[in-house]
């Protein structure tokens, strides 16, 4: 996909280039202003006419009628170069990737050094740049009969930089896995729950196993009983779907231990089981796997760039359906640890998977846990569509988190888990906990329920039921599944072995 040239694109008989400008007094300079120069100062004209902008994320394609080898220039504003921020950088190039795909392309080239300025350096932007290409080029097939518009993906990609090639060839790399991890955990979360079954997610599993070498376990019903898993199988009870405990294991360093255990809530479909969800709220219940499908992208984004860190990853997989052999309100169930709960929603069945895998993560050996999970209304209630709602009983591995968050890009704030809550959590007359303590603060009391079962193991839980999937599209992506916490999960892994040493 991407190739790197230490030369000069002026001799080039590109396409189309891609030029990023800053907003300064001098906008062309070196190679740029040798551009203008063979363009007989119009780039400085269209500059002053307001046809090329330097606003970010403002863009103007500009052909050359013939005047250089380059076709087509392709300018991003960006900003005043005193306020360059990494993130907003890779929103300007997801803006310009449409416009690329408008032109219909198979080949484009960068000039990846107009991107670079005191605050972003050459490994930066070509980071920037790969993985706002690969996010913004992402299109969910869907199932339509075959359409007569011909259709023309980028295949190659010609990075022209002074800065040393091999280092804008690995940031290159990065950014790209790190936007395919991400497209491939939304493919999951658009496909609909009748062609992504907990079979078909275990195959899944599998598949990525086979690439990446890692270990992986499916744990069967029968396991699953011989195991005790409780509260995972009522959520099941009423489904023709056998249920799956997926694990994977990937090995980052010899001996098993410093492990970090990544949980994602894997429901299909839910359809909030005997507590119905109205016709309305029902439509989009596809999107429930969000958690599990953000641990496979972390999971691939790990395949791929290898962090010397152990890392587990635990999916309960089932739907959530009605029939006469489902779980009820007021059902008693006992989970693999021990903890008996009552049920008063089974539209709360989230925690009810997600209490066994954490036990389950545990019993592999995990030393860190983070769950992720399209958990609770609640939480968009509270923090909107785009912020993902997060818990913590340990305040350091939070920390951490929240930096691989911003590194990421992907927004998360913390709510307080208080006593009170917990003792509200734990508030059944007949059982150990209560499944669903009411409306109050009830984000927090699904999170704090899961938190239940990481007991003394550090642990951060994230809601995504806001952030997974999106009615509107981005500049990084179009409507629909937003593969959130994918790279949030990975940069985490990639980050920990250099914090343990610190
Ligand atoms: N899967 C839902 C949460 C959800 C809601 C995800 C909207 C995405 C968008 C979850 O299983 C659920 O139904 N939660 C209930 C919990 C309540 C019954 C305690 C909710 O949030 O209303
Ligand atoms: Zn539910
Ligand atoms: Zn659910």
Known sequence: ??????????????????????????????????????????????????????????????????????????????????????????????????????????????????????????????????EAFGLASYEFKGYKQQSNDPEQAVEQVTVYTKAEAGVVSAALHVGYVFSQGTNSARTLVNTPGNLLTASDMADYARKLAETYNFEVEILEKEDIEKLGMGAFLAVNQGSVEPPKMITLKYHGQEEWKDVLGLVGKGITFDTGGYSIKPKTGIVGMKTDMGGAAAVFGAME????????????????????????????????????????????????????????????????????????????????VALGDDKTGALTNNEEFFEEVLEASNEAGEFIWRLPLTEKDKQRIRSSKIADLNNSPGREGHAIMGGGFVGEFAEDT???HLDIAGTADSSKASALGPAGATGVMARTLALLALRRPDNQEK
């Open 458 to 460: 550090p642990w951060v």
């Open 1 to 130: 996909m991407f190739s790197v040239k230490n030369e000069t694109f002026l001799k080039e008989k590109e396409e189309l280039l891609i030029i990023g400008l800053y907003d300064r007094p001098i906008k062309f300079e070196g190679e740029l202003a040798e551009l203008d120069d063979a363009l007989n100062g119009q780039l400085t004209e269209l500059v002053k006419e307001g046809d090329i902008s330097a606003k970010k994320k403002e863009t103007a394609l500009i052909p050359t009628l013939g005047r250089v080898p380059v076709k087509r220039l392709l300018f991003i504003g960006l900003g005043k170069d005193k306020k360059a921020d990494f993130q907003e950088m890779k929103e300007a190039i997801g803006a310009a990737a449409k416009t690329i795909k408008k032109v219909r392309l198979s080949s484009i080239a960068v000039a990846l050094d107009s991107f670079v300025c005191e605050r972003i350096e050459a490994d930066d932007a070509a980071h920037a740049f790969s």
């Open 301 to 380: 984004i790990i395949g791929e760039l290898k962090p010397q860190q152990n890392v587990v990853a635990v999916i309960p997989a089932t739907d959530n359906m009605i029939s006469g052999e489902a779980f009820k309100p007021d059902d008693v169930i006992t989970s693999m640890s021990g903890k008996t709960i009552e049920v008063l929603n089974t539209d709360a069945e989230g925690r009810l998977v997600l209490a066994d895998a954490m036990t389950y993560a545990k019993h592999h050996k995990a030393d860190y846990l983070v769950d992720v999970a399209t958990l609770t209304g609640g939480v968009v």
